[in-house]
């Protein structure tokens, strides 16, 4: 494709990634206000409900410790929310390894161009007075596969820029964590991102197995008008290729959704998004201790750590 605009839907989702992204800082301060209001506020009826209550101190302070800890581990996520921009860099790194090839937006529709020209190279020259059923149905075939590669790259694009978006003013939405009234909130936010990190991945393996089809029925596709069936298949593929890009991402988002669902599924899911990425930081900094010059006692429990976060 030597099209000028050929990079054109890429390049606008670059610009959609860019401007988002250019968000988050924003976001992250309106939180954090957010944030410190709703602290304030729930330690306020806190005390005053120790003080109306009846009830034993020590058990009403476990609960109230046990509910700081993890809204605490929700403003991490928020003044740190390239640890969710990381997820959505997951997902897309690993279904470049599912496909193999260039799964950008502009790349699929590339390749859709491709094989429809492909399609239609019996058709050496449209006559409108002397058009065949043939010709027609040719044309007919091409206008659906440019449909369906158009329509699964601008899905693509759109749940990209969609998680990116989500990701920008999480810091916003998980600033209302701080309040147990309002944490639902905070709750379904950190859930959207997670299963549109699932959609996309399920994107991708439909993209990587789908193309490895119609790339095998391409190869059968005759250079003349003679027989259609391998038209008629070709363009059954094409629809399932299209049928299952609008299924199975959504059934992967549901049962992730579905999964995220209660409010102590998601605190541990947050709780081990923060885990994570607070091992990767303590690797980082133990590395120095395993070099050749480390001392015969640290290297050993820092090759130790290192392989506990490995197995995690």
């Keep these: ?111 859709g161009i491709a094989l429809a020209n492909k399609v239609l190279a019996p058709v050496k020259s449209f006559n409108i007075l002397k ?16 449909f369906v590669f158009m329509s699964i790259a601008l899905r693509l694009a759109a749940t990209i820029i969609e998680t990116t978006a989500l990701v920008a003013v999480s810091s916003f939405f998980l600033g209302f964590a701080a309040l147990s009234a309002t944490s639902k909130i905070a709750h379904n936010m950190l859930e959207a991102i997670i299963a549109n990190c699932a959609k996309l991945l399920g ?16 190869a059968l596709l005759p250079q003349q008008e003679t027989s259609f069936d391998d038209y008629w298949w070709l363009l059954t593929a094409v629809l399932l290729f299209w049928s299952l890009s609008k299924t199975l991402p959504d059934h992967l988002a549901r049962i992730v959704g579905f999964a995220v669902s209660n409010d102590s599924h998601m605190e541990s899911a947050a709780l081990t998004m923060a885990t994570a990425q607070y091992v ?11 070099s050749p010059n480390a001392k015969p006692l640290i290297k050993p429990i820092a090759q130790s750590f290192i392989k506990s976060k490995e197995k995690l």
């Excluded at 301060?29 to 034993?56: D, H, R, S, T």
């Excluded at 065949?132 to 440019?146: E, P």
């Excluded at 990767?280 to 395993?290: D, E, F």
Aim: aromatic share 14%.
């Design 131 to 146: 058009i065949t059923f043939g010709a027609i149905i040719i044309i007919v075939v091409y206008l659906v596969i440019i």
């Design 1 to 111: 494709m030597n099209s000028v605009l050929s990079g054109a839907l890429s390049t606008s989702v670059s610009t959609y990634l860019s401007a988002l992204t250019g968000f988050a800082s924003q976001f992250t301060q309106w939180g954090q206000w957010i944030f410190c209001g709703f602290l304030v506020i729930n330690m306020m009826w806190f005390w005053l409900w120790l003080a109306f209550e009846k009830g034993e101190f020590d058990q009403a302070l476990v609960q109230f410790l046990k509910k700081f800890l993890i809204t605490m581990i929700f403003y991490a996520l928020m003044i740190n929310h390239q640890w969710l921009m990381s997820m959505l860099q997951s997902a897309q790194s690993m279904g470049e390894t599912l496909t193999q090839s260039p799964s950008d937006p502009s790349s699929i529709v590339n390749d």
């Design 203 to 218: 994107l991708y393996l439909v993209i990587g197995t789908g193309m490895r089809v119609i790339l095998n029925i391409e």
């Design 280 to 290: 990767k930081s303590a690797v980082n900094l133990l590395k120095p201790l395993i």
